[in-house]
């Protein structure tokens, strides 16, 4: 069976300092990693994604996050948030087991002046 | 490019009533997927297909019904409308599977009363 768990469900950071956002994740195998973000009443746009590549994957507007196998963990970072930032983001977790995605419960990310 | 299309964007139902939330994709994706969001609980998957003709349950499966004819199209039906069922629907699609980048529709809210 496959997991994930967002540590935090809401994240407040000041515009221009750096976002970390925590996500761990059990698997039973080589896992495929994905963050999605959701601004509010739209539907998820994928922010990156790890499917057995480089650890340290780059993904859309300044956003990165890493793979660490020992410490099963997959955290979002950016080094600057800017406003439009401000949104939920979507930890997700999928492997050839299930045949499906496992969502996150989510981090609400508010970014103030 | 369309993506993918989800009608209708919102609907209030009355306890007991039936009906169908639409979804249709035109980038030719093999796997499609319908979810519920509910606040703190992130998306649950409720069926997927993972092509014409083959459906199969997610996690909360129970007074919703798929099928697939087509491709193109993935409708879910609710049977008989409960207020537990009050939530947002997102229709998703991708390629080959949810190891695979997954494009999501707009969402349906939906209120049973």
């Known amino acids: 069976a496959q997991s994930v768990t967002q540590l935090d469900s809401h994240v407040s950071v000041s515009e221009g300092t750096p976002v970390l956002l925590r996500c761990n994740y059990s698997s039973s195998y080589s896992p495929s990693l994905f963050w999605y973000v959701q601004h509010p009443n739209k539907g998820l746009q994928l922010l990156l994604k790890y499917t057995s590549a480089a650890t340290l994957v780059k993904g859309i507007n300044g956003f990165e996050a890493e793979f660490k196998k020992s410490e099963t963990s997959f955290h979002l970072t950016k080094p600057s948030a800017h406003m439009s930032d401000a949104a939920e983001y979507f930890c997700?977790?999928?492997?050839?087991?299930?045949?499906?995605?496992?969502f996150g419960t989510g981090t609400q990310l508010k970014v103030e002046l | 490019n369309a993506g993918v299309t989800q009608t209708p964007k919102f609907q209030v139902l009355k306890t007991g009533q039936s009906m169908t939330l639409q979804c249709a994709q035109d980038m030719n994706h093999e796997y499609m997927s319908w979810y519920r969001q509910d606040p703190g609980m992130g998306l649950r998957l409720i069926h997927y297909s993972v092509g014409a003709g083959i459906t199969d349950q997610g996690e909360v499966p129970n007074g919703y019904n798929v099928s697939r004819s087509t491709t193109e199209d993935f409708p879910l039906r609710l049977l008989s409308a409960a207020p537990s069922q009050t939530s947002v629907y997102f229709c998703a699609s991708s390629y080959s599977g949810p190891h695979t980048e997954a494009f999501f529709g707009q969402g349906t809210r939906l209120t049973v009363v």
């Open positions: 997700v977790v999928s492997d050839l087991e299930g045949n499906k995605l496992t």
